[in-house]
């Protein structure tokens, strides 16, 4: 992916995305993990940190570059945002339930007002069941920076996105609707349908700031820290990942047996009741997918 050595050192003092001093819209939203995000959002640049203080990212939207930076391990890894997906690790095959979720975007009527600003409601439905609940504002697109932000965030997930492979329905539904959510407005809550398991919000803005001043230096990078490329840190994920399942397995049996990590939810993230409406199981696909528990 990037041809030069994938170790270098910053070895340039004060290497910096920085322009000047910027006022900045600045975002707090909930992320997959039901943990409290914080985003600071420039013309040029952004910055997005979450529970864990180790770790950052910096997106230089002018450069067409991301650094994902790990402070314990003081190191950064360099990324184009128009980069190319990894290598399926397996032949990509038709899903169990066809070549089509069959997915459909269904107005709700008007949505509560989250951070402040009016939403529209929508559900995404494949193969006949709810995904999942999705609120949307138009008149935060009017946000300073919101929608370039946007844009470049969707440029940088589709570039890594595996074409046709899907682990669930939904996740298949929602990139057959992709244009059209993209036309609805800002998103600023995802609920996932869990059936008796319960909802789970996987997506929610908490606030939006304005004309928030920042520090000359808060999108520069470390000095002297260790610079990797993506594809080395592709290749350092999957070892470490085989490591971990091999050990697994030796301990606790086959990985489709095992407990996914827990994560201590923020309790703004949490959805606050159980939907009876029968939905996918849930978010992310589980263990069995597509043999005892998913048969479409």
Request: hydrophobic fraction near 30%.
């Amino acid at each position: 992916m990037i041809k030069k050595h994938p170790f270098l050192i910053l070895g340039i003092a004060g290497a910096s995305v920085c322009n000047a001093s910027w006022a900045a819209t600045v975002v707090k939203r909930c992320n997959d993990f039901q943990q409290v995000e914080t985003v600071t959002i420039t013309r040029d640049n952004a910055r997005m940190a979450g529970h864990n203080p180790n770790f950052y990212t910096v997106i230089a939207s002018a450069e067409g570059k991301v650094y994902q930076v790990d402070t314990k391990k003081k190191r950064v890894v360099k990324m184009d945002i128009s980069g190319t997906a990894p290598k399926p690790q397996q032949d990509i095959r038709t899903p169990p339930w066809g070549a089509s979720a069959k997915a459909k975007l269904v107005r709700k009527g008007s949505g509560p007002k989250i951070a402040d600003y009016p939403t529209a409601h929508y559900q995404i439905k494949a193969l006949g069941r709810a995904c999942s609940d999705n609120y949307f504002s138009q008149e935060v697109t009017k946000v300073a920076h919101i929608k370039e932000f946007l844009d470049t965030w969707s440029q940088l997930s589709n570039a890594r996105k595996i074409k046709g492979m899907y682990f669930h329905p939904c996740q298949q539904a929602r990139d057959e609707l992709e244009s059209k959510l993209m036309r609805l407005g800002v998103p600023m809550k995802i609920v996932i349908k869990g059936g008796k398991r319960g909802d789970k919000v996987r997506h929610q803005i908490l606030s939006i700031k304005t004309d928030v001043e920042v520090e000359n230096n808060f999108f520069e990078l470390p000095k002297g820290y260790e610079v990797m490329s993506e594809a080395k840190m592709r290749e350092m994920a999957q070892k470490e990942m085989e490591k971990w399942r091999a050990e697994a397995k030796q301990r606790r049996g086959p990985p489709h047996h095992q407990k996914p990590p827990k994560w201590k939810a923020d309790s703004r993230c949490v959805s606050p009741k159980k939907e009876e409406q029968r939905g996918f199981y849930p978010h992310m696909p589980h263990r069995g997918y597509g043999r005892e528990e998913g048969r479409y």
